[in-house]
């Protein structure tokens, strides 16, 4: 049955589906929970939004998110701690940086109100679905896409904002080599590198097969116009330790200003590690693996959490990384799982309560 909560219609499942789901064994993004919440934008406004049974979206075939990618998304993520509560992790920025990317591609911005609200809401009536234990959490896709008919080239005046959750353990499963870019590039300057526009990531599907060919897991993009200077890996950005100095390069036009980048980059500074913000070349990557002094190379995301990366590949060479005993890597990713999941003290006001 419908019933209406302040201003947002809820409509539950029947019955869930829940049972059919092996938590123990989750591929990322695979499976999604019983409900997702939807709010249509219309005639210059949004209208009330809704939380229904998660089902296909029926839309015409000349959406304009078909033909031109009119499409954003964010991921975020909800925690269970060991007494039951649960938690988002600096949601206020999910939601400030889904609106960022919207603006960048023509598209209105999404209220305040309506996303905590729904969210929220979404969240409770899911909330079996947000399993206890380090590693386990509900992975929270929210997206806007274009839906008005037609295909004239030009922004759509329709959209649709949906969340749909789907809970996750880890996103890359072995060890993460990866690839320098030599060639292909995903971003330029002016243009919309720093948003989570969905083309940003399909203009990264083939270069990334590519490099999967030869062994690698990921591409690290480079500056489109030099290839010297690293950027970030596309699911990830980039950290580097060299010595005892953790060095990420400034976000901009070109790169994702990551909620965990910048969560890293408190964490760190906090703990007394000395962090440097400034472009990183590739050549001291390959100086460092000869004189010894690149000591950790690491990825950092939503889904990815901290990733260590293992090794890289440069033209034609292969390098990989020494094994370091108390990597950074394990320390922050340590500081910040425990923030998280409510298991330390939250002096940077980072967690956000739900239940
Ligand atoms: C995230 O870390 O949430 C991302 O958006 C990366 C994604 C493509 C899995």
């Keep these: 049955m419908d019933t209406e909560v302040k201003n947002l219609i809820v409509e539950k499942v029947k019955t869930s589906r829940i049972s059919q789901v092996d938590f123990d064994h989750l591929p990322f993004g695979a499976y999604f929970t019983d409900h997702m919440f939807v709010c249509d934008y219309k005639n210059g406004a949004w209208e009330t939004p809704k939380i229904i049974p998660y089902q296909p979206l029926q839309m015409e075939p000349s959406s304009r998110v078909f033909h031109y990618g009119q499409a954003v998304f964010e991921g975020m993520k909800a925690y269970r701690d060991d007494q039951g509560g649960v938690w988002l992790f600096r949601p206020e920025e999910n939601f400030k940086r889904i609106n960022k990317s919207s603006v960048r591609l023509a598209m209105p911005e999404f209220p305040e109100e309506y996303f905590f609200e729904g969210l929220k809401k979404l969240l409770q009536l899911d909330e079996k679905w947000i399993k206890p234990g380090l590693g386990n959490s509900l992975y929270i896709r929210p997206f806007v896409i274009a839906t008005q ?140 693996i000869k004189n010894k002094t690149l000591k950790e190379m690491f990825g950092s995301g939503t889904a990815a959490v901290i990733n260590p990366i293992l090794g890289f590949g440069y033209k034609g060479d292969r390098f990989e990384l020494p094994k370091v005993e108390k990597s950074y890597a394990t320390i922050l990713k340590q500081h910040l799982l425990d923030i998280q999941y409510n298991k330390a003290e939250d002096k940077f006001g980072w967690r956000y309560r739900v239940q």
């Design 149 to 288: 008919a037609g295909i004239i080239a030009s922004p759509s005046e329709e959209f649709k904002f949906i969340i749909i959750c789907s809970p996750a353990q880890s996103y890359y499963g072995g060890e993460v080599r990866v690839k320098i870019a030599e060639k292909f590039s995903r971003a330029a300057d002016g243009g919309f590198g720093f948003t989570k526009a969905a083309g940003n990531y399909a203009g990264q599907f083939y270069p990334t097969n590519l490099a999967k060919e030869e062994g690698f897991q990921q591409v690290v993009w480079t500056d489109a116009n030099t290839h010297e200077y690293i950027e970030e890996a596309g699911t990830m950005n980039i950290f580097i330790r060299l010595d005892n100095k953790l060095i990420t390069c400034p976000t901009g036009d070109r790169i994702l200003d990551g909620i965990t980048r910048k969560s890293i980059i408190e964490l760190a500074k906090d703990l007394g590690i000395e962090v440097e913000i400034r472009p990183i070349k590739v050549s001291e990557l390959v100086e460092g």
